[in-house]
């Protein structure tokens, strides 16, 4: 158990070390550390996480990492208590970069805020942020399996398994990009007509 904890805060560090752009960003990372680099969980696990993260008060990124720490310890036979415990850990791990790089930033940001490379800096972040977020969405609805040097993808049947789970995510991009609706209303839309339809 000590090893799987060890394994577990080891990643989730990583995870929050190497992440730019807030939790969206963060789930292709999760994904590819907790699905395919470890495979602890399994890519349907992995998408009800995301559903729940979504819908839960907090940060997506941070849910998602409590969430993950307490299925990786049930999927491996532990206890209840294992499992809080994992949640604890993954937690803790992916906040504590950032927590320490923003100390750091906070120490520097009053030489360096005017500085010309610090603005470019910033501001070249940006479309890295994008493609972050966008990575996080193909993530959830391709999968992709490398058998040779061509890859095989296909689209994840658990989270588009009919042409109606297409139609709500069109409604649901679309109410977000043309009617500028708030995330939330855009969610808890999407999950009413989910629940009605499925």
């Not at 789930?27 to 495979?39: A, D, K, R």
């Not at 992995?46 to 849910?63: C, E, M, R």
């Not at 391709?142 to 109606?164: A, C, I, M, T, Y």
Request: proline share 5%.
């Amino acid at each position: 158990m000590i090893g799987l904890l060890g394994q577990l805060f080891y990643t989730f560090f990583f995870i929050g070390l190497f992440n730019f752009g807030g939790g969206g960003a963060m789930l292709s990372l999760i994904q590819g550390q907790v699905v395919t680099t470890h495979p602890w969980i399994s890519q349907a696990e992995f998408t009800d996480i995301v559903a729940i993260s979504q819908s839960t008060p907090g940060p997506i990124g941070i849910n998602c990492a409590t969430y993950v720490g307490y299925e990786v310890m049930q999927n491996a036979g532990y206890g209840a208590f294992a499992g809080i415990l994992g949640s604890t850990l993954a937690t803790l791990a992916v906040v504590l970069p950032s927590f320490l790089i923003f100390f750091l930033i906070i120490r520097a940001f009053n030489k360096f805020h005017e500085s010309r490379a610090f603005a470019d800096m910033m501001q070249a972040m940006r479309p890295a942020v994008a493609g972050l977020i966008g990575a996080a969405a193909l993530v959830l609805i391709f999968q992709v399996v490398w058998n040779g040097p061509r890859p095989e993808v296909s689209v994840l049947q658990e989270n588009f398994p009919d042409w109606k789970a297409w139609a709500i995510f069109a409604v649901a991009f679309l109410a977000g990009i043309t009617r500028r609706a708030g995330p939330i209303a855009v969610i808890l839309g999407a999950a009413v007509v989910g629940l009605v339809i499925y």
